[in-house]
Each structure stands twice: as C-alpha cells, then as structure tokens.
C-alpha cells in the first residue's frame, strides 16, 4: 500500500505511512490504516481529494493496471 499511495500522482505528496490494524487468515481480510499530511484548508480538498471513495479508487485502479 504505501508504494500505491505514494507514487500516486494525486495523493503522493500527501501521502505519509500506512499500517496494518488487523489481519484474520481465515476470511482473508486485512484493516489498515492510511495516514496522510493534509494541507491547511483549501476549498474542496477533504470533499474531493481525502474522498475515501475517491482513495479507494487509486487502489483499485493500481490492481487493475497490474491484471
């Protein structure tokens, strides 16, 4: 995740560290935690660029252009 986030052209500069909360091998499903600097308020910025669907997409979009 931090190679994903961080040479992303959108989120890279905000970009600061991600950790693994939680890990279940049974179900397969992992919780991390993204941490990002954000700037001092600018209009729109945590509507449209800290979007959490908008943070999922750069993810998903970097596993798509792996497939």
């Given at each position: 995740?931090?190679?994903?986030?961080?040479?992303?052209?959108?989120?890279?500069?905000?970009?600061?560290?991600?950790?693994?909360?939680?890990?279940?091998?049974?179900?397969?499903?992992?919780?991390?935690?993204?941490?990002?600097?954000?700037p001092p308020s600018r209009e729109g910025f945590m509507d449209n660029t800290m979007n959490p669907d908008f943070i999922r997409n750069i993810l998903r979009q970097n596993i798509y252009d792996e497939d």
């Open positions: 995740l931090a190679d994903v986030y961080s040479s992303s052209p959108a989120l890279g500069r905000y970009f600061r560290s991600a950790q693994v909360i939680s890990f279940s091998n049974e179900s397969s499903i992992v919780m991390y935690q993204l941490l990002f600097s954000v």
